[in-house]
C-alpha cells in the first residue's frame, strides 16, 4: 500500500502510547513528513526532513493555531491530520467544578472538531481527517463518567459530519480498547491503575490505525474483541449491563484500595 507515501501529515499526541507509536511507523514510509505535537517533546525523535517536533497545548484554540501556522513553514499543504491526543480521569464525581469538566472537554472534544474545521478551511483538495475516539465512547464504564461522555460526543459528531463533509475528505474514526501504556495510570496520578477489559499493546493499535487509513476505512476497531462484542452488546443490552457492573466492582475495589 503506497497512499501514505509522500504525505505531509501533523500528528497531535505524538509523545508517548499510540501517538508515539504511529510516529514510529509513519517515519518509516518514503518521503513522508509530520509535525509532531505533544506539550512536552523532549522524548520525540527530529528526524531532518521527516519529523519535525512541535510543542503545543492543543486544548486551546490557540495552540491549534500555532500547529497549522507551524505546519505551513514545513510543507505547502497538509495531507493529513491524526488527532489523536486526549485524556482521561477515573474519579467519583462529588464536588461541582466546572474548570476540571472543562479542562477534559477542550481537549477530548473541541480540539479534534476544531482542528477538522481548520484542515477543510477554504480548501477541497482530497485530505485525510483521523480521530481517535474510543471503545469507551460506545461502552459505559464506572468511573469514567466524563471521558467517555467527551468520547461519545465527539463519536456522534464524526458519524453526524459524515453527511455534510465534502466527498475529498475521507474521515476516519477510530475506536481502541484499552491500551497497555501509562495512560490510565495518568488518569488517577497512580500507578498500577487497572485497564478496562479487553486490552492492546500501543504498537498492535498504531499498525491497525495506519493500515485502515491505507484502506480507506471509515471506521477502524483494533481489538477484533470488541469489534465482535459491541454489536452483540447493543442487541442484547443485558450483556453490556453486565460487562458495565463487572467493570465497576472493578474500579470500585481498586479505588478502596
Given at each position: 500500500?503506497?497512499?501514505?507515501?509522500?504525505?505531509?501529515?501533523?500528528?497531535?499526541?505524538?509523545?508517548?502510547?499510540?501517538?508515539?507509536?504511529?510516529?514510529?511507523?509513519?517515519?518509516?514510509?518514503?518521503?513522508?513528513?509530520?509535525?509532531?505535537?505533544?506539550?512536552?517533546?523532549?522524548?520525540?525523535?527530529?528526524?531532518?526532513?521527516?519529523?519535525?517536533?512541535?510543542?503545543?497545548?492543543?486544548?486551546?484554540?490557540?495552540?491549534?493555531?500555532?500547529?497549522?501556522?507551524?505546519?505551513?513553514?514545513?510543507?505547502?499543504?497538509?495531507?493529513?491530520?491524526?488527532?489523536?491526543?486526549?485524556?482521561?480521569?477515573?474519579?467519583?464525581?462529588?464536588?461541582?467544578?466546572?474548570?476540571?469538566?472543562?479542562?477534559?472537554?477542550?481537549?477530548?472534544?473541541?480540539?479534534?472538531?476544531?482542528s477538522?474545521?481548520?484542515?477543510?478551511?477554504?480548501?477541497?483538495?482530497?485530505?485525510?481527517?483521523?480521530?481517535?475516539?474510543?471503545?469507551a465512547?460506545?461502552?459505559?464504564?464506572?468511573?469514567?463518567?466524563?471521558?467517555?461522555?467527551?468520547?461519545?460526543?465527539?463519536?456522534?459528531?464524526?458519524?453526524?459530519?459524515?453527511?455534510?463533509?465534502?466527498?475529498?475528505?475521507?474521515?476516519?474514526?477510530?475506536?481502541?480498547?484499552?491500551?497497555?501504556?501509562?495512560?490510565?495510570?495518568?488518569?488517577?496520578?497512580?500507578?498500577?491503575t487497572p485497564?478496562?477489559?479487553?486490552?492492546?499493546?500501543?504498537?498492535?493499535?498504531?499498525?491497525?490505525?495506519?493500515?485502515?487509513?491505507?484502506?480507506?476505512?471509515?471506521?477502524?476497531?483494533?481489538?477484533?474483541?470488541?469489534?465482535i462484542?459491541?454489536?452483540?452488546?447493543?442487541?442484547?443490552?443485558?450483556?453490556?449491563?453486565?460487562?458495565?457492573?463487572?467493570?465497576?466492582?472493578?474500579?470500585?475495589?481498586?479505588?478502596?484500595?
Open positions: 500500500m503506497k497512499k501514505l507515501y509522500g504525505k505531509n501529515i501533523i500528528l497531535t499526541g505524538a509523545s508517548s502510547g499510540i501517538g508515539r507509536e504511529m510516529l514510529n511507523i509513519l517515519s518509516l514510509y518514503s518521503d513522508v513528513k509530520i509535525v509532531a505535537v505533544a506539550r512536552h517533546i523532549e522524548n520525540i525523535p527530529r528526524i531532518d526532513g521527516v519529523i519535525y517536533p512541535f510543542s503545543s497545548d492543543v486544548s486551546t484554540s490557540e495552540g491549534v493555531d500555532s500547529v497549522f501556522e507551524y505546519a505551513q513553514t514545513v510543507f505547502d499543504k497538509i495531507d493529513i491530520f491524526i488527532a489523536n491526543a486526549g485524556f482521561a480521569y477515573l474519579e467519583k464525581l462529588n464536588a461541582p467544578d466546572w474548570e476540571h469538566i472543562e479542562k477534559i472537554y477542550n481537549l477530548n472534544v473541541f480540539s479534534p472538531i476544531y477538522l474545521e481548520k484542515l477543510v478551511e477554504k480548501d477541497s483538495s482530497p485530505k485525510i481527517f483521523v480521530c481517535t475516539i474510543s471503545g465512547g460506545l461502552a459505559p464504564l464506572h468511573g469514567y463518567s466524563l471521558y467517555c461522555s467527551t468520547k461519545a460526543a465527539l463519536h456522534q459528531f464524526v458519524q453526524t459530519y459524515r453527511y455534510e463533509k465534502k466527498n475529498s475528505l475521507q474521515l476516519t474514526a477510530v475506536y481502541p480498547v484499552a491500551t497497555k501504556t501509562d495512560f490510565f495510570d495518568k488518569a488517577t496520578g497512580k500507578q498500577g485497564l478496562p477489559f479487553p486490552t492492546q499493546s500501543a504498537k498492535t493499535v498504531a499498525k491497525k490505525i495506519i493500515r485502515g487509513i491505507e484502506l480507506g476505512k471509515k471506521n477502524i476497531y483494533p481489538s477484533l474483541l470488541f469489534k462484542f459491541y454489536p452483540i452488546g447493543r442487541a442484547f443490552p443485558f450483556l453490556m449491563k453486565m460487562y458495565s457492573l463487572i467493570e465497576k466492582k472493578k474500579t470500585e475495589k481498586w479505588l478502596r484500595s
